[in-house]
């Protein structure tokens, strides 16, 4: 059946991957020559007019608009085939007064969006949902949009999750929003499990990763409340991610945070999408503290062998350990890091 939806995915003439949220900034690094990343400051100056004209110079401010990194990610997604496209926003952060203001900062059509789409129920994911859908809702009637916003859910929602430290003490996360405040806010809740195309079939939303490799065996000492229940839930099988295809580059895989694995997400996405080479993989690879730090050779060596994309771009948890490695494997030609502001603009190839 998921094989069957991934077929039924449209293939695009163009892709838009903006980062509104991630743990870092950076917009003074070098971009790689034919690289398709354009740096935070890059658009904004193109989208900005000049204060005035020195000389010859155009003089444009643009230093006081840069947006700001927190511990979170969201990504929006936009499709383009012809004259036709599609938004998908891929998870908000936990803050949703820092959301509004970096899509302000960005530019960002709130009324374009039409699909809001949640990795896993995590409150640096999810935190920012219930305003960020209220501002959304606003925006698409301010412009007539037609039809409301669709707030994409796993049905099975946990109440809250952390992680046990060596000491005993369970480090919490906020309680997860619920399905009732999303609904008031505005959304028309869709909860699903199994793999389905949001956007119109722009957007593969998969179902529940296959773990396969030996090594990526979740999220060491993750917890979940369910009421008064507290369980050990390293697997988070409520992860999903999200998959899109742009005609001659191949499909690109958002895995927000890759509790199933950042290998294991890629595998599946391969599985489903046969012949399809890898094209960007965006999102956090999670190898971040002592023992998913173990995880880091055999990552890296499984993305060069195994998957071989053709960028690597992460973020948010996967740790400057794990980042160093990936570099020293990708650098320059294939690594691409998320740092929020970032434009990634693919365009078909053939």
Aim: aromatic share 6%.
């Amino acid at each position: 059946m998921a094989r069957q939806v991934g077929q039924a995915l449209r293939v695009l003439d163009a892709l838009d991957v903006l980062v509104v949220m991630d743990n870092e900034t950076d917009t003074l690094s070098s971009v790689e020559d034919g690289h398709p990343q354009v740096s935070e400051v890059a658009h904004l100056a193109a989208r900005t007019p000049a204060a005035r004209v020195h000389e010859g110079h155009a003089c444009k401010v643009v230093m006081d608009q840069l947006c700001c990194a927190c511990h979170g990610l969201s990504v929006l997604l936009t499709g383009h085939v012809g004259d036709e496209k599609h938004s998908v926003l891929f998870d908000v952060g936990p803050y949703p007064g820092l959301w509004l203001e970096n899509a302000q900062r960005l530019g960002v059509d709130l009324s374009a969006i039409e699909t809001l789409f949640l990795s896993h129920w995590h409150f640096d994911h999810s935190g920012g949902f219930p305003e960020v859908i209220t501002a959304i809702t606003e925006a698409r009637a301010r412009h007539g949009r037609a039809g409301p916003l669709v707030v994409d859910l796993h049905p099975d929602r946990p109440d809250q999750r952390g992680l046990m430290a060596p000491d005993g003490t369970l480090l919490l996360l906020p309680e997860e929003p619920s399905f009732a405040a999303m609904e008031a806010a505005g959304g028309r809740i869709l909860r699903a499990a199994e793999a389905h195309l949001p956007g119109d079939g722009f957007f593969f939303a998969s179902g529940a990763i296959a773990r396969v490799t030996a090594y990526e065996t979740g999220l060491a000492g993750h917890h979940t409340f369910r009421g008064d229940v507290l369980e050990a839930d390293p697997l988070i099988m409520d992860e999903r991610y999200l998959a899109a295809r742009v005609r001659g580059r191949g499909v690109s895989v958002f895995s927000a945070c890759s509790h199933a694995g950042i290998v294991n997400a890629c595998l599946d996405a391969m599985q489903r999408f046969p012949g399809e080479p890898v094209d960007l993989v965006l999102g956090g690879y999670h190898l971040a503290g002592r023992v998913m730090e173990q995880r880091i050779p055999a990552t890296v060596q499984d993305l060069l062998e195994r998957v071989d994309p053709r960028l690597v771009a992460p973020g948010h948890c996967t740790g400057w350990r794990a980042k160093q490695s990936l570099a020293n494997a990708f650098a320059p030609k294939r690594y691409v890091p998320s740092v929020v502001g970032t434009l990634y603009k693919l365009r078909a190839t053939a």
